[in-house]
């Protein structure tokens, strides 16, 4: 089941990039060039050769974002875990609940596509404007400035969202692997002893 997730989200990011390669190739083709590849674009030998690219574009994808995103997520690690030993010692320990690494699996899972479409909407944003240059459009300059908006607002809303869910992932797994505080023992005040008459 995990390895099916993993396959879906690094094909999910994946096929973002990949739109956003043939965008760009489109755009510096030119719509001659494009019109004339449309056919072979079409044919289901293309339709599995991408398929196969878009996998395998995913998990450099997927690693590259990580990159980008370690210095941050390093910081939000440390308001947490001292130390990286602490953190996996933490991991470690989780592993001993099957339900919570479900639930840990799956916050796992929209964190990488969050993170692996920070760097699709940057790549699709700018083909988007490459294409709007190089083809005979109507209003180019207003769609220009939407499609970058949306870009950014796009590019912006996957961080933040990687972020929550990150910072959050951390803080849950503190407080799920954090040693179980002894209880208070009542305090015994001795009784003075019945003194005789």
Not at 89 to 101: T, Y
Not at 104 to 126: E, K, M
Not at 189 to 197: I, L, N, V, Y
């Amino acid at each position: 089941m995990a390895a099916t997730a993993m396959f879906v989200e690094v094909l999910v990011v994946g096929i973002g990039f990949l739109t956003g390669l043939a965008i760009l190739a489109a755009a510096l083709a030119g719509p001659d060039n494009s019109r004339r590849m449309a056919p072979l674009a079409g044919t289901p030998l293309a339709a599995g050769a991408a398929l196969a690219f878009a996998y395998a574009l995913g998990i450099l994808i997927d690693r590259a974002a990580d990159t980008v995103l370690a210095r941050p997520r390093r910081r939000l690690r440390a308001r947490f875990f001292a130390t990286s030993a602490a953190y996996a010692q933490a991991r470690s320990k989780l592993s001993d609940s099957p339900a919570l690494v479900a639930r840990a699996d799956y916050a796992r899972s929209r964190l990488r596509i969050c993170r692996g479409w920070v760097l699709n909407s940057v790549l699709l944003t700018l083909a988007v404007d490459l294409g709007l240059v190089h083809y005979p459009v109507e209003h180019r300059a207003l769609l220009l400035i939407m499609t970058t908006l949306l870009g950014i607002l796009a590019a912006v809303g996957f961080y933040l969202s990687w972020h929550t869910i990150t910072a959050t992932g951390y803080r849950k797994l503190a407080v799920q692997t954090a040693p179980a505080a002894t209880p208070a023992l009542p305090s015994q005040t001795s009784t003075p002893a019945p003194q005789s008459p």
